[in-house]
């Protein structure tokens, strides 16, 4: 018969014993707490900065006091503790972002030891594009509605209204990006460019 050696034996009790310390990494025997977590701040509908702060907010349930026993994680990298601010029913973090898709993670115990989780997808970039919006004979054009969504993943959009014939969209990443173009009077355009171009137009006709 083989035998765990006596320290790891130890190791192992002293940690059951002691419960949740240090952040809550989930295991196969973790309690799901009851609570629900919502995100906001961010968006998987829109084009999100590559930096700011998220918002996680708990109902039916508490975050824990101690900081160390919550994790925002982007992608594979979790935020260094600094960057969270943490009370009973919020968590805010600061955060940076890579040009692209993104996968925010929250991790934490509750205030009763049970596992809380919220993960979210979202889009950020650094990029903004500037669009020209004119008639077919090259006069600036308002009262426009113009929308920029992501080639790739067309719920990921943004809508602007048009003054003085330009309009700019923000946050993008370097993706192709379809623009529609839609007047009042049934006038329109689209085309799809990238977001590094970073300038085009679009005649309605």
Same mark, same amino acid.
């Given at each position: 018969?083989?035998?765990?050696?006596? =320290?790891?034996?130890?190791?192992?009790?002293?940690?059951?014993? &002691?419960? +949740?310390?240090?952040? *809550?990494?989930?295991?196969?025997?973790?309690?799901?707490?009851?609570?629900?977590?919502?995100?906001?701040?961010?968006?998987?509908?829109?084009?999100?900065?590559?930096?700011?702060? =998220?918002?996680?907010?708990?109902?039916?349930?508490?975050?824990? &006091?101690? +900081?160390?026993?919550? *994790?925002?994680?982007?992608?594979?990298?979790q935020l260094p503790a600094g960057r969270l601010a943490v009370s009973r029913r919020v968590v805010a973090a600061s955060y940076v972002m890579s040009p692209g898709r993104n996968s925010m993670t929250l991790r934490a115990w509750d205030a009763a030891g049970q596992v809380l989780t919220a993960q979210t997808q979202v889009w950020a970039g650094d990029l903004t594009l500037e669009v020209e919006i004119t008639d077919g004979l090259g006069n600036p054009m308002d009262g426009v509605e113009v929308t920029a969504s992501l080639s790739a993943a067309p719920s990921?959009?943004?809508?602007?209204?048009?003054?003085?014939?330009?309009?700019?969209?923000?946050?993008?990443?370097?993706?192709?990006?379809?623009?529609?173009?839609?007047?009042?009077t049934g006038l329109h355009a689209s085309a799809i460019v990238r977001a590094s171009e970073r300038r085009t137009g679009l005649v309605l006709r």
């Open positions: 018969m083989r035998f765990l050696p006596a =320290a790891l034996v130890q190791g192992m009790l002293l940690s059951l014993l &002691a419960g +949740p310390t240090g952040f *809550a990494q989930e295991t196969p025997v973790s309690t799901p707490s009851p609570g629900a977590v919502s995100i906001s701040g961010v968006s998987p509908e829109r084009f999100n900065p590559t930096h700011g702060t =998220a918002f996680f907010r708990v109902s039916g349930a508490f975050f824990p &006091a101690d +900081p160390r026993d919550v *994790a925002v994680i982007i992608d594979d990298r990921v959009r943004s809508t602007v209204s048009v003054t003085g014939g330009r309009v700019e969209f923000v946050n993008l990443p370097d993706a192709e990006i379809l623009l529609e173009a839609r007047h009042p």
